[in-house]
């Protein structure tokens, strides 16, 4: 087995090379010499050349670190809070969302419902909140209703229930997206109840629906179910309404073309009054009541 000590007879900048590689700094072996050639044009002090690679080695780790965790958490689409338009839906409060981007829910183990029409940006929110708390370090995992309780389903077929609910209780944050898209299978809301009360109290949620909680009977088959989750769901819960136009809708928009988009509706036209039947008033005379 060789030596990962550098060979004393290299040259300075070598040895240093085949430090960074004992040392698994890829980013800083590819950057050393840019750096060693702005220290020798007096650009850079020595001390400032130790800092950029360690700055460049540093950001490349937490990069790496992030884009695991997202690929582990199922986070596949990035989606940012800075990438979501807040004047599309003046309905939602900007401040109360990046306030939730503290995480302070997160270590609360509180439970976020972020309710809304289709298309209104729900996964987007939830997913760019998932997104701050793996910056932040923490666990997060991202799976809709369905999977979830398919995977649940699954795991009770085969005798692994309880391993199953004790794989998702480990991350710290759980979003659990399209609550009401589709039909629950029978049994599964008595699934997901389980897994429900398992983190209660002791993990994040983060929940996205189309639906209301007066809806939930309906959803899961079950008002007494549905009663005993919204009993969980709701105790340290922060409930966030979105009423507004479709985001799909705006982005279609966006790419008619400009004689079109001008005149184009997102949101559908105002009710008009009811036209009324027989002849129009002549001037100045009130119109006949209709019959």
């Given at each position: 087995?060789?030596s990962?000590?550098?060979?004393?007879?290299a040259?300075?900048?070598d040895r240093?090379?085949?430090?960074?590689?004992g040392?698994?700094m890829?980013?800083a072996?590819?950057?050393?010499d840019i750096?060693v050639?702005?220290l020798?044009?007096?650009e850079?002090?020595a001390l400032?050349?130790v800092?950029?690679?360690?700055?460049e080695?540093?950001?490349f780790r937490?990069?790496?670190r992030?884009?695991?965790?997202?690929r582990?958490?199922?986070l596949?689409?990035v989606?940012t809070l800075t990438?979501y338009?807040f004047?599309f839906?003046p309905?939602?409060?900007?401040?109360?969302?990046?306030a939730l981007a503290?995480l302070?829910f997160v270590a609360?183990?509180?439970?976020?419902h972020l309710l809304?029409?289709p298309g209104?940006?729900?996964s987007h929110?939830a997913?760019?909140?998932g997104?701050?708390a793996?910056?932040a370090?923490?666990?997060?995992s991202?799976i809709?209703?369905?999977?979830?309780?398919?995977?649940?389903a699954?795991?009770?077929?085969?005798?692994?229930?309880?391993e199953r609910?004790r794989?998702?209780c480990?991350?710290s944050?759980l979003?659990v997206?399209e609550?009401?898209y589709?039909p629950?299978i029978?049994?599964?809301?008595?699934?997901?109840?389980?897994?429900v009360?398992a983190?209660y109290?002791?993990g994040a949620?983060?929940?996205?629906s189309?639906?209301?909680f007066?809806e939930?009977?309906?959803?899961f088959?079950s008002?007494?179910?549905?009663?005993?989750?919204?009993?969980?769901?709701?105790?340290?819960?922060?409930?966030?309404?979105?009423?507004g136009s479709s985001?799909r809708l705006r982005?279609?928009?966006?790419?008619?073309?400009?004689?079109?988009?001008?005149t184009?509706?997102i949101?559908?036209?105002?009710?008009?009054?009811p036209?009324?039947?027989?002849r129009p008033p002549?001037?100045?005379?009130?119109?006949?009541?209709e019959s």
């Open positions: 087995m060789s990962l000590l550098p060979d004393p007879t040259s300075l900048l240093i090379k085949t430090s960074m590689v040392l698994k890829p980013r072996i590819e950057v050393v750096c050639s702005r020798d044009r007096g850079i002090t400032e050349l800092e950029q690679l360690l700055l080695e540093l950001t937490e990069d790496r992030i884009r695991t965790a997202l582990m958490g199922r596949n689409t989606k990438g338009d004047s839906q309905s939602l409060d900007k401040a109360r969302i990046l503290e302070n609360r183990c509180e439970v976020v809304g029409p209104t940006g729900k929110l997913s760019a909140l997104l701050e793996v910056k370090g923490k666990s997060v991202f809709t209703l369905a999977d979830l309780i398919g995977a649940l699954k795991a009770e077929r085969e005798g692994s229930l309880r609910i794989f998702y480990r991350p944050l979003i997206d609550i009401g589709l629950v029978p049994g599964g809301g008595n699934l997901f109840f389980q897994l009360n983190r109290e002791k949620m983060i929940l996205t189309n639906r209301g007066a939930w009977g309906e959803i088959g008002p007494v179910v549905a009663t005993a989750l919204l009993d969980r769901l709701l105790h340290h819960a922060i409930v966030i309404q979105i009423d985001y982005r279609h928009a966006d790419l008619l073309p400009e004689h079109v988009r001008s184009a509706r949101t559908p036209p105002a009710p008009t009054e036209r009324r039947r027989g002549k001037d100045g005379a009130a119109p006949m009541p």
